[in-house]
């Protein structure tokens, strides 16, 4: 029976996530960005598509802590958090393949980012100031934003740690479409990194 076009576009997405899912084995797929770069929900539905779990690593953190993310810095200060999130991190990679949604400040931690090279793909979720802004501005829940005025602190943030993501195996520009359309592009960015470019076999 021939297959319609709807229908073969979708085998065609179920081979994708399949092949890539055999290319991972026990990798990780991990998304790195700023606040509001749309990790948590962008990353969830990349699960969905790719057929893995998904984990958010701040509620992992929370979860182990007992504490809002909010809390932990609030009561034990940055550094603790930062030493949390790098063992939890480091726990949750070890369990692949997962999807993987990692807060704006890990990847900017030497270790985890060696870490993440050696047990994971990293995707960049990368967002121009504005779209980030309109989105941070929905929650009251990000203690460092909290230390200033938003933009001002978003725009530092860009400035330290942008050259630092871009470092990821493979960046996406986050920004108002459906979040499928991005899930869409990460499949595709995905596919190519881990298969298009391994060239073809030797016998
Ligand atoms: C942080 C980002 C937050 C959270 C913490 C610190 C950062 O996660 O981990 O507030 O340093 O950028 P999201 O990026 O998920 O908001």
Do not use: C
Request: hydrophobic share 40%; net charge positive.
């Amino acid at each position: 029976m021939r297959l319609g076009f709807k229908a073969r576009k979708r085998a065609s997405a179920r081979e994708k996530s399949a092949a890539i899912r055999q290319a991972l084995g026990e990798r990780n797929v991990v998304l790195i960005g700023l606040m509001g770069a749309g990790k948590t929900a962008v990353g969830r539905r990349l699960a969905q598509r790719l057929g893995l779990p998904f984990v958010d690593a701040d509620r992992e953190i929370e979860r182990a802590a007992g504490q809002s993310v909010d809390d932990i810095f609030a009561e034990h200060g940055e550094e603790h958090f930062r030493d949390g999130e790098r063992k939890v991190i480091g726990r949750l990679l070890d369990g692949g393949p997962k999807v993987l949604a990692t807060g704006g400040g890990a990847y900017m931690d030497a270790r985890t980012r060696r870490n993440v090279e050696k047990k994971g793909i990293s995707v960049w979720l990368k967002a121009d100031l504005d779209v980030l802004l309109e989105r941070v501005k929905r929650r009251d829940n990000r203690p460092l934003l909290k230390t200033g005025d938003s933009k001002e602190v978003m725009r530092k943030l860009m400035d330290e740690r942008y050259p630092i993501y871009a470092k990821a195996d493979v960046a996406v520009q986050s920004r108002n479409v459906a979040h499928d359309t991005i899930v869409g592009e990460i499949v595709n960015a995905l596919h190519e990194t881990l298969l298009k470019r391994q060239g073809p076999k030797a016998d």
